[in-house]
Structures are given as C-alpha cells and as structure tokens.
T-cell receptor, first 111, second 116 residues
Framework: EDQVTQSPEALRLQEGESSSLNCSYT??????LFWYRQDPGKGPEFLFT???AGEEKEKERLKATLTKKESFLHITAPKPEDSATYLC????????????FGSGTQLTVLP | GAGVSQSPSNKVTEKGKDVELRCDPI?????LYWYRQSLGQGLEFLIY????????KSGLPSDRFSAERTGGSVSTLTIQRTQQEDSAVYLC??????????????FGDGTRLSIL
C-alpha cells in the first residue's frame, strides 16, 4: 500500500534555530513529490516540486531535498512567520492524478 | 491573478439535509480536484476532473457524494442526506495540466462543513 509519513508531528523551534522536517514514502512509481505550507483556516500553499533523487529546490529560508525513499524540508534560521503546518504529497505513476498527502508537521517558531 | 475560489467559506447544516459546495478554479486550468480534510487527518482525495474526460470518482466515500463540472470551469460538490461524519473542510484545487503532467495543484481556502 502506498504510504506517506511525515515526522515529527509537531516541532517547536526558537527563532534562528535551524532544523529539518522529514517526509518518507513507500510508493511504487513516484512521478513527483510536492511540499505545501498550510496556515490555519487556509488552503495549502504550494512551495516546491521535486521529481528525481538528488534534486534540491530553495526558496528563502526553505530548502527541499529528495532521495529514493524520503524528502527533507530544511528550514534555516526560521522566523515566527514560518510557523505553519507543512504538508508533503506524492504523485504516483499511472492514470491517477490525485495527490497522496502525509498528515503534516506543525511547526511553531517562537520569537 | 485570482486564485481558486470556494463558497461558502463556512456551512452549518442539520443532519439529513443536502449541501452544495462550489469551486471556481484558476482561469485556464483544465484539471480540478476535490479533497476532504478532517480534523487531525491528512487530505483525502475525492474526485478529479480533466477537461471533457469522464471524472475520476474513485475517492468518493459513498453514493451520497457527487460532483459535476459545468463548461469545464466551475464545479459543484453535492452531499445528500448529510451525516455527522461528513463534517470536515472540503478543499478544491486546480492545475494547468494534461493527464500526465506534473504541474502543481493550487488550492482554495476550503469550505468548513459542520453537520449538527
């Protein structure tokens, strides 16, 4: 069965304290891995797409990396405004187009 | 430009009533998706529309759920005879894509449905 697991479930950081969020997957035929940010009461906001192992993408304080089994979202020197739930999702090969989501990591950055 | 728009943003209704949720995708996006997000749960796929093709309904949890997309644009998700377990946030997404494209899906802010 295809699975996407995110860890930790929740993470509290002090402002400036760098860390990483993990998304591990056991799927057959990965076509893409997506990272989203979700603020309370809002829909997920697209951050990155990664397609193949070894690929990296960066945006401001965030960097996403991908291996054959997992993806990391590295947060460098986070600020309180980075507080949100971070979701990863995979797109599988075949005719299906729907994303399979993990349960998310709730990040809190304290000032 | 405008993002994905969903209405209403909140809906409270009594058990057994029918509800309709609306989604306006980003202009020019051919693919449209409905997901459900329950408290503490990940997003659960419901249904997918691509252009004029028959929709992928594989995620609909029961025959009380249905959706249509008119003119390749606006979509309506209908839940008949609502049950308390239908309470969730219903999210719509669209993407600029063909069937095998990897273009990201862009989400609306959802409709928060509460069944009393």
């Amino acid at each position: 069965e295809d699975q996407v697991t995110q860890s930790p479930e929740a993470l509290r950081l002090q402002e400036g304290e760098s860390s990483s969020l993990n998304c591990s997957y056991t799927v057959s035929g990965l076509r893409g891995l997506f990272w989203y940010r979700q603020d309370p009461g809002k829909g997920p906001e697209f951050l990155f797409t990664l397609y193949s192992a070894g690929e990296e993408k960066e945006k401001e304080r965030l960097k996403a990396t991908l291996t054959k089994k997992e993806s990391f979202l590295h947060i460098t020197a986070p600020k309180p405004e980075d507080s949100a739930t971070y979701l990863c999702a995979v797109l599988l090969s075949g005719s299906a187009r729907q994303l399979t989501f993990g349960s998310g990591t709730q990040l809190t950055v304290l000032p | 430009g405008a993002g994905v728009s969903q209405s209403p943003s909140n809906k409270v209704t009594e058990k057994g009533k029918d509800v309709e949720l609306r989604c306006d995708p980003i202009s020019g996006h051919t693919a449209l998706y409905w997901y459900r997000q329950s408290l503490g749960q990940g997003l659960e796929f419901l249904i997918y529309f691509q252009g004029n093709s028959a929709p992928d309904k594989s995620g609909l949890p029961s025959d009380r759920f249905s959706a249509e997309r008119t003119g390749g644009s606006v979509s309506t998700l209908t839940i008949q005879r609502t049950q308390q377990e239908d309470s969730a946030v219903y999210l719509c997404a669209s993407s600029q894509t063909g069937l095998y494209s990897n273009q990201p899906q862009h989400f609306g802010d959802g409709t928060r449905l509460s069944i009393l």
